[in-house]
């Protein structure tokens, strides 16, 4: 079985036993586990946001890797073409390219979620600086309502208190009376307040739960895109072993054909120089004016078992040579 079916076969294994997981436990989801009892406390929207800002850099460290794996098959590919023919080249071309294919597809994929991100983000920071503001207007709100309710009632207190003439208790009755409307202003602006307050609550909720499932849907894109692009990329280098292997095969099976002396013998007919060696150089005799073959020695004669004796041997025509 080759590689690239194996990393088949593993990854249905794989996408079946996430599958069995959905059926038999309960899934937890970022909008149901990231609240805060704080109105104004954002740590758990933070913390979603620090985990895709995370998993943002998850995908620009693998796009790195891929493009700098890439650029080194293409320098490996451009010195196998001093030593290896065509085919090899071709190969590790085709490798280098699909990484590079690779490569941009990571990098169209994050920006496309980080254009998302960023103007859901943007849309969640007004709410929570509207929210904030809306919290400090009402807390303050509540205060001038607590203290024209304490004016009210110490001027209530007065009156009742007061034994004095019937000016002074005409003024006493009249300030009470206007704590009591300035109460009543207080009152009616606090809970104006309170239920503007509520409904921009609603309506952060109702965002912030859009949002964690907007999150949670581009983190689990992002987990698949890039579990995806690492199985491609590795399924890429096995298969890079096995075509390596294969054009292995097909050069061990030309050896196999190799015949040593079959090949000795085709360069000896392809390139031979001629059959004949060159002939002797002749000796030349200056006086004579004729060319005599140099003699050979002539043979020794054995006097005896244990003893030679050199023979000479003198040229009629010149020179006497002694061996």
Known sequence: MTSQGRGSRLWQ???QTDNNCHFSIKMLHFKDFFWSSDLTCTSGYGVIVQYLNDG????????EFIRARASIEEKYAKDLLGLSKKHIKTISGHIQITMKEEVKKMEEFREKQKEARKKLEQHMEALHKHKSTQLKRTMESKRMYEQKCIDKEEAEQNVNRSSSGTKHMEKLCAKAQQAKVNAVEADRIYHQSVMSLAKIRDDWLKEHIKACEVFEKQAADRINFVRNTIWTHLNLLSQQCVSTDELNEEVRKSLEKCDIQEDIEHFVKLRRTGDKPPAPVLY???????RVP???PPPLIKACPSTHRAAGVQDEAYSVVHF
């Open 284 to 290: 030349e005799n200056f006086y004579s004016g004729q």
């Open 294 to 296: 140099p003699k050979l």
């Open 56 to 63: 943002k850099r998850t995908c620009k460290e693998v796009e």
């Open 13 to 15: 294994k794989c996408t």
